[in-house]
Each structure stands twice: as structure tokens, then as C-alpha cells.
């Protein structure tokens, strides 16, 4: 059975107590073998989401293959899961959330070391609510040609939310994982309208939930729109194709995407064990370079290669949503309610705009609203947020990668960031609440936030003190 330009040799279904799986295996045909890897069988895991899709693309295209690795592809029950298998070495890299490793690096919930020099996509999630709290929403947003008015702000839910409040019952929402870009995206947008997400105070309480007007708890993607349509909870943020698929069964409406909310965030990104890293150095500089092939191939030409990305995606082995449902979002368009689909070109992007180098300043900001919301429960000097960056994200592989590809006429110089680069990207107002974010002064960018800690602020005991 051919897959691009290599024999697939084994697909076979593995199952462990953590998640029913499913595994592909390829190996490197003869001749292909890039000297100096330390090793070329490679274990990779991800979960079931459209923004794998760097990994799905060098494993079909034969991109590990031209590297002379022999990969396995694994699908993981959760984001937990992918974090444990990482730092106990079953799996040697993963596709991750973008803050995941920075929460191990400050040892909040799992300590270890991961690094990334790669980030996987910015972009392609949304925030989407039942139709029953929709249906309360909806007469308070501004409506233009007959249609709502997007980004749909959380100013418009806190009328809800009240109601709820009012009535003794709570409001229930999902996100992925704490330490996740869900999470953190989730709890920007209900901050920026008014509404409190909950503090953390670790180690005691990890509930995230103290102070809260919005009870936020972890779903897996997957199960997002059963778990919405059962009335557990009545909104969730996730990444596609788990919202989309909530307008295809009629349960729910998608009510703002992350690129509106703020645009161009890095949102997955591929991590591996440090330790790996270290013995293998030249096995994950080829990996990468096998993965910014499949980014730049995702991106090519104004996007002509989804339609055939989508049919990788839509195997059950990959992530296993309908082809319409995948291609809704994937094709550069997005549908909130059913036929309210717009064009928004760049819901996913994966080589576009530098995308996936992994900038420091995507990790500092990330960090910052780790601080925020109590995960990390202490003031720290703008110093300790770039180190922390420095100690996770890793462009100087990235880019060493990028020119073995130049050097082989695989990619052009301007497709890169220049060798001056230094990993902070400007100054950005690019958010819905229209706060800059300086990567350079991330104490001072705390300060800007009615909701939210800042300075010596503190969370003990369940309430806000100065430290």
C-alpha cells in the first residue's frame, strides 16, 4: 500500500490503559538513511485534532522518510497522557499545547523538561456555547446585513450568566487541559467581558474555580460536543474540527474563533523530551526539518493543498471527523451558526507569517497569563519570564534545520526569519480587549487587567492578598 512516495509496511491498532490508540509505522527505504542520526525510529503521539495536521502531512508525503527516520504516529486519549508519555520516554515528541512544556518547566502539576523548536500552527480554535445560552445571547449582539456582528464579545453572555447565577445553577464550561491554550484563551475572552474565570492556587487548590462566575473543568477534545449536547456544560473551547462539529449535529454555535480573539497565537506546538534531545541531536534537527517541509506544504500557493490534507485528516487514524466537517475550517472558511459560514482565511496557518518558529514571546505571554490567573502564584522579575521562554523554546535549532533545507534546495532563505531574529516579536494591540502586549515588560503588561493578579498579589486561602 503506497502513501506518497514510501510503502506503508504496518497499521496496526495498539491499545494501553491510558487510550485506545492507533498507531502507523513506516520505515526509511534503502538508500534514503541520512548519516549521523543517532537513531531513526522515532515514536511521535497527538491528539485527535485538524492541527496535527504538520505531523499526518510528513508521514503521508514521506517527508520523515527523505530524513532516513522510520516514525510512528500514535493517537493519545489526552492532553495528559501526551505530557506523562513524553517525560517517561514511551513517547519521544508529541504535537502540544503551546504553554504544556512551560508548565512543566515551573513544575505546576508534572515537573520535567520538554523543549520545542518548532511551533505546529497559530490559530484554529473557538470558543462555541449551546443553543439554548446562544439563544439568550443573540438578541445582544449588533447585527449587520441580517447577520451578528463578529468577534462576538463575553459581554454578551454575562446577562446569561447572571441568569444562571440567579437561578442556583451553575455555569459550566470546558476547556482541554489547565496549563492549555484552551484554558487560557477561554478565560481571556470571559475576562475581557467582565466575567471572572477563577483563580488557582497551588499546590492546594488546582481547581482553577475560586472567585469564579464561569466554572471551567477539563473535557477532551473529542468528547466536547457530547458532553455540551448532554447539558453538563453548555460551552467549551477547543480546537477543530470539535466545533464545527457541533453546527453539523445542530447542538451547539460557535461563537468567537481565537484569530478574532487574538490574532496569530501560537497554539500547538512539537515537543520533545530534553534527554532525547540531548542524545539525539541530529534525529530531532531531521525531524523538524521533516515537519517544516509538511508546514510549507500546508501553506503552499494559497492553501492548494488542503483539500488533499483534509482527506489525511479525515482517516480515522488521524482524526477521524467527516471530510466536510474538517474542510469547514481547514479551506480558510468558518461557519458559526448553520449557514453563517464567512471567510476567515487565516484560521489555520502553518508556514504563513513565520508561523512555525517558536518565538519567545509567544511563550512570555503565555506565561504571563499563567501569572494572571494564580498558576503561577507569586510575583517573578520580567528577567525569570525570558529565561523560562529560553529554557523551552528552542529557535536556534529551528533555524539550523531551516538551513540544511536551504543548503539542499528545499526551502529559500526569506522563507525564514533572518539570522538577526531575535525571538520577540513587536509590540501587538491584537486582542479584543485592545491590550498591548510587550513581551518585554510582562509585569508591566499585568497591570492593564481589571480582572486578573498583578504586582505582589497573591491567592491564599481563597482570596486575593498582597504578597
Aim: aromatic share 10%.
Amino acid at each position: 500500500m503506497k502513501h506518497g512516495n514510501f510503502t506503508l509496511i504496518q497499521l496496526v491498532s495498539t491499545f494501553s490503559k491510558a487510550a485506545a490508540a492507533t498507531a502507523l509505522l513506516f520505515s526509511a527505504s534503502a538508500g534514503a538513511v541520512t548519516e549521523n542520526l543517532e537513531t531513526e525510529s522515532v515514536k511521535l503521539g497527538f491528539i485527535k485534532l485538524t492541527d496535527m495536521a504538520p505531523l499526518a502531512v510528513a508521514f503521508e508525503k514521506g517527508f520523515f522518510e527523505d530524513e532516513g527516520l522510520s516514525v510512528q504516529v500514535e493517537a493519545q486519549a489526552n492532553w495528559k497522557v501526551v505530557l506523562d508519555r513524553v517525560l517517561s520516554g514511551e513517547l519521544d515528541g508529541a504535537h502540544m499545547l503551546a504553554p504544556l512544556p512551560l508548565g512543566a518547566a515551573i513544575g505546576y502539576g508534572t515537573k520535567g523538561e520538554i523543549i520545542s523548536a518548532f511551533t505546529l500552527t497559530l490559530n484554529g480554535d473557538a470558543i462555541t456555547v449551546s443553543n439554548d445560552v446562544w439563544k439568550e445571547m443573540k438578541p445582544k449582539v449588533p447585527v449587520k446585513d441580517g447577520k451578528p456582528v463578529h468577534p462576538v464579545k463575553a459581554d454578551t453572555l454575562k446577562p446569561v450568566l447572571e441568569k444562571y447565577k440567579s437561578a442556583g445553577k451553575p455555569f459550566n464550561m470546558a476547556m482541554t487541559f489547565p496549563v492549555g491554550t484552551h484554558n487560557i484563551k477561554l478565560r481571556y475572552w470571559l475576562a475581557a467581558g467582565g466575567i471572572n474565570p477563577g483563580y488557582y492556587s497551588p499546590p492546594q487548590d488546582t481547581s482553577g474555580q475560586i472567585n469564579a462566575d464561569a466554572l471551567l473543568s477539563v473535557t477532551p477534545p473529542p468528547q466536547m460536543p457530547a458532553t455540551m449536547d448532554s447539558g453538563t456544560i453548555v460551552g467549551y473551547c477547543v480546537g477543530e474540527p470539535w466545533n464545527q462539529q457541533a453546527v453539523f449535529k445542530g447542538i451547539g454555535v460557535p461563537v468567537i474563533s481565537d484569530y478574532e480573539l487574538m490574532k496569530n497565537s501560537a497554539e500547538k506546538i512539537f515537543g520533545v523530551n530534553k534527554a532525547w534531545a540531548d542524545k539525539h541531536p541530529n534525529t530531532h534537527k531531521a525531524l523538524i526539518k521533516a515537519l517544516i517541509r509538511a508546514s510549507m506544504w500546508l501553506d503552499a500557493e494559497n492553501n492548494k493543498n488542503r483539500n488533499e490534507g483534509v482527506e489525511m485528516l479525515s482517516q480515522s487514524h488521524y482524526v477521524g471527523a467527516d471530510y466536510a466537517v474538517i474542510a469547514n475550517s481547514m479551506n480558510g472558511t468558518f461557519e458559526y451558526e448553520k449557514g453563517d459560514k464567512r471567510a476567515l482565511p487565516d484560521f489555520n496557518v502553518f508556514f504563513r507569517y513565520n508561523a512555525s518558529y517558536p518565538y519567545y514571546s509567544d511563550a512570555i505571554w503565555y506565561l504571563t497569563q499563567m501569572r494572571r490567573w494564580g498558576q503561577i502564584n507569586e510575583e517573578k522579575p520580567d528577567s525569570w519570564y525570558m529565561e523560562t521562554a529560553k529554557k523551552v523554546y528552542r529557535p536556534d535549532i529551528y533555524m539550523a534545520a531551516a538551513k540544511e533545507l536551504i543548503a539542499e534546495g528545499k526551502a529559500k532563505a526569506d522563507d525564514f526569519p533572518s539570522d538577526k531574529e531575535t525571538g520577540i516579536k513587536p509590540p501587538s494591540a491584537d486582542f479584543i480587549d485592545g491590550v498591548a502586549f510587550d513581551a518585554t515588560k510582562p509585569n508591566d503588561y499585568l497591570t492593564k487587567f481589571p480582572i486578573g493578579l498583578k504586582g505582589k498579589q497573591k491567592v491564599v486561602g481563597g482570596k486575593i492578598v498582597e504578597n
